[in-house]
């Protein structure tokens, strides 16, 4: 019988490596990600109690602003608390069965989140293109329809990529350099030669999504042509201020997520992808709640409308 290698651990746990264990550097990031998380978590929970809370909110658009504030919460809850906490404990590791748990979440949330972008964007769509239809266009199972493709669509993508990564071997180094369990740095650790069972998936991923960001551009440069038309000036600058932060947050997020899984996997620690996984499990969660709410005047109407009748009630 050929000798059995002893050289080879099978990995239990996963070491994330994602910051420097300066002290500084250290409480910096503390600090950094303490703040975003707390935007974060205030602008979408107040989004979800607001819409929620008020009947004059229960329309189609802020149905599905109340889900993309839930999923952003998601996305980011299931990064920075682990890491602040690994930080504070001055433990870096995460179990084996919680690496998959992260990986799918974080892979569920962008990818349902990118969807459901995409069928808001839709509702823009027929609100600013087709008014007269709107009510007809988006009505109440429509709305159920897209929001329910856009959570079953990123939960197979989510299970797809996590039963492809953790179908590879771990059996050597156990260092992740990343804040969190990342597909791309796992895959840059895998002692499986093969890894064909989890790109596919990657590049299934990546042509879904270009084809919801040139839907986006199309259906964006149709809102932008019907702008034109508005007589008022002040009504264009309004739709312009509006249409072009979503854009932007968008493309941030969707490339940067691209760049990231299309990148050349490697072992080694790199500043630059850092920032691209801050990018797109944070850019979106923190901004979208100013983007798409706060800005909003029937959001803060009905925020002001719900602090009277609790004041009142006091």
Known sequence: MPPTPTNLTVVIEFILMGFSTNKNICIFHLVLFFFIYFCALMGNVLIIMITILDQN??????YLLNNLSFLDLCLISVTIPQSVANSLSHSNSISFTGCIVQVFLVVFSATTELYLLTAM????????CHPLHYEIIMN?????????????????????????????????????????CDIPQLLAISCSENLMIEIVPILISVVLDICCFIYIIISYVNILSTVKKIPS????????????????VITLFLFTGIFAY???ASGIPSISDLLISMFYTMVPPTFNPIIYSLRNNAMKTSLQRLLKKTFTKK
Not at 57 to 62: A, F, G, N, Q, V
Request: hydrophobic share 40%; aromatic share 12%; glycine share 10%.
């Open 121 to 128: 964007c839709f509702d823009h769509y027929a609100a600013i």
């Open 233 to 248: 000036r002040e009504g264009q600058s309004k739709a312009y201020c509006t249409c072009l932060p979503h854009l932007v």
């Open 57 to 62: 909110l229960h329309t189609p658009m802020y």
């Open 140 to 180: 109440k199972d429509m709305c159920v329809q897209l929001t329910g493709v856009s959570w079953l669509g990123g939960g197979l993508i989510a299970l797809m990529h996590t039963v492809g990564t953790f179908s590879l071997s771990y059996c050597g180094s156990n260092i992740v350099h990343q804040f969190f």
């Open 262 to 264: 299309l990148k050349p």
